[in-house]
Structures are given as structure tokens and as C-alpha cells.
């Protein structure tokens, strides 16, 4: 089934503690990228990759890291979560290809979502 | 710069009413466009799309859209609501060039609907 998955769903954890948020697509799209959706505010991007080595900043980006080794995988990664990134937050995919490319497709999929709290 | 707006932040309707979701972009040229649910609990499920041609979209469980470049909108429509709807919806909206690809979200408008 084609699908994006994050792990964990649901995380709980206190200020400071580096935590990591795994992101994989199985479709090989090219581009990835991270939301995170607050009340009121809607989905705010954090970070998105183009393709493998590829990335950049989003709307949000302070306080997060992401890396993009390989295709299928974007990890977002909090080094000192703080109380302010509690949040729900989505990863996604489409596969988007470059200026060059015969086919361009640019809806996203999204992940189930993982439910963060940092107390 | 470019941006998604939806304009109505909570929208509630009767069962069996029609209902029109407002979004309005504001893209250098021809934008491709999105419509996203987003059920309690659940994430973001594509509804249609528009990228060229027909500007008359269908979309899944009986939604449509229609993109008006003179009124730079998409607004999202459905002509009989059932209670199942209730929902975010989200606009969004990209452009072609450097950073195809990246969309903008509108910051979505909650359907609420009434029995």
C-alpha cells in the first residue's frame, strides 16, 4: 500500500531531550517536507527536501533539523525540544519532479501525524 | 507575495444544505491548487485538484471546485452536506519555477454540520 509513515505517534518528553521524528514514503517521490499544525494557525511548514542532499528552510524552521540520506526518508530531528514545540506535527510527500522532468505531480501525501509534547 | 487565504475560519450548515467554501490565492501566474479534509484525529486527505485545463474540478465524496483566475478563488462546493463532512478544509496552492512543489496552506476553515 502506498502510504507515509511516522513513528511515533504520539511522543511525551521533557525540555532538552533530543528526540527524532521518522518520516518514510514508500511511492519514491522526490519531495518530502514537515508541518507542524497549531489551533488557529493552520499548517506551517518547517523544512522540505527537493530530492536526496536536498534541503531547505520552510516557514518555521528555528529549534529543528532534518536530513534527507535517502529517498524514502526524511527524519526530523528537535536537539533541545522546548515547551513552544508542542505541537502536532505532519510529514509528506509528492512526487514533484524537477524543471527537467516529463511528469509533474505536486499533491502531497500526508502521514498520520505525530502528536508531541515537550513539557 | 504568493498566498492562500480562506477567509471563513468556521462554517456550520444544516444536513442536506449545499455548502461553498471560500478560498482566494494570490499567485505571480497560473497556480496549481488543492483542496485537503482533514477529519478529527485523522491527517490530510486530498479532495481535488487543479492544475490546467477545465477549470471545473470533481473531487471525491461528491465535492467540486471551480477556479475563477478574474476573481483569483477555488472555492470548494458541495450540493447536499451530509453530517459525515464535518471536517477542516484546507486550501492549498503552489506555482511553477524554483520551488515547485511547495505548497501553501490557507489556514483552513472548520465545517461544522447541523442535524
Known amino acids: 500500500e502506498a502510504q507515509v509513515t511516522q513513528n511515533p505517534r504520539y511522543l511525551i518528553t521533557v525540555t532538552g531531550k533530543k528526540l527524532t521524528v521518522t518520516c518514510s514514503q514508500n511511492?519514491?517521490?522526490?519531495?518530502m517536507s514537515w508541518y507542524r499544525q497549531d489551533p488557529g494557525l493552520g499548517l506551517r511548514q518547517i523544512y522540505y527536501?527537493?530530492?536526496?542532499?536536498?534541503?531547505d528552510k520552510g516557514d518555521v524552521p528555528e529549534g529543528y533539523k532534518v536530513s534527507r540520506k535517502e529517498k524514502r526518508n526524511f527524519p526530523l530531528i528537535l536537539e533541545s525540544p522546548s515547551p513552544n514545540q508542542t505541537s502536532l506535527y505532519f510529514c509528506?510527500?509528492?512526487?514533484?519532479?524537477?524543471?527537467?522532468?516529463?511528469?509533474?505531480?505536486?499533491?502531497?501525501?500526508f502521514g498520520p501525524g505525530t502528536r508531541l509534547t515537550v513539557t | 507575495a504568493q498566498s492562500v487565504t480562506q477567509p471563513d475560519i468556521h462554517i456550520t450548515v444544516s444536513e442536506g444544505a449545499s455548502l461553498e467554501l471560500r478560498c482566494n490565492y494570490s499567485?505571480?501566474?497560473?497556480?496549481?491548487l488543492f483542496w485537503y479534509v482533514q477529519s478529527p484525529g485523522q491527517g490530510l486527505q486530498l479532495l481535488l485538484k487543479?492544475?490546467?485545463?477545465?477549470?471545473l474540478v470533481q473531487g471525491i465524496k461528491g465535492f467540486e471546485a471551480e477556479f475563477k483566475r478574474s476573481q483569483s478563488s477555488f472555492n470548494l462546493r458541495k450540493p447536499s452536506v451530509h453530517w459525515s463532512d464535518a471536517a477542516e478544509y484546507f486550501c492549498?496552492?503552489?506555482?511553477?519555477?524554483?520551488?515547485?512543489?511547495?505548497?501553501?496552506f490557507g489556514k483552513g476553515t472548520k465545517l461544522s454540520v447541523k442535524p
Open positions: 499567485y505571480g501566474a497560473t497556480p496549481y
Open positions: 509528506a510527500s509528492s512526487l514533484s519532479r524537477g524543471l527537467a522532468g516529463s511528469e509533474l505531480s505536486f499533491e502531497q501525501y
Open positions: 492549498a496552492g503552489g506555482g511553477y519555477g524554483g520551488s515547485q512543489g511547495n505548497l501553501i
Open positions: 527536501s527537493m530530492n536526496v542532499e536536498v534541503t
Open positions: 487543479y492544475f490546467s485545463g477545465d477549470t
Open positions: 511511492m519514491n517521490h522526490e519531495y
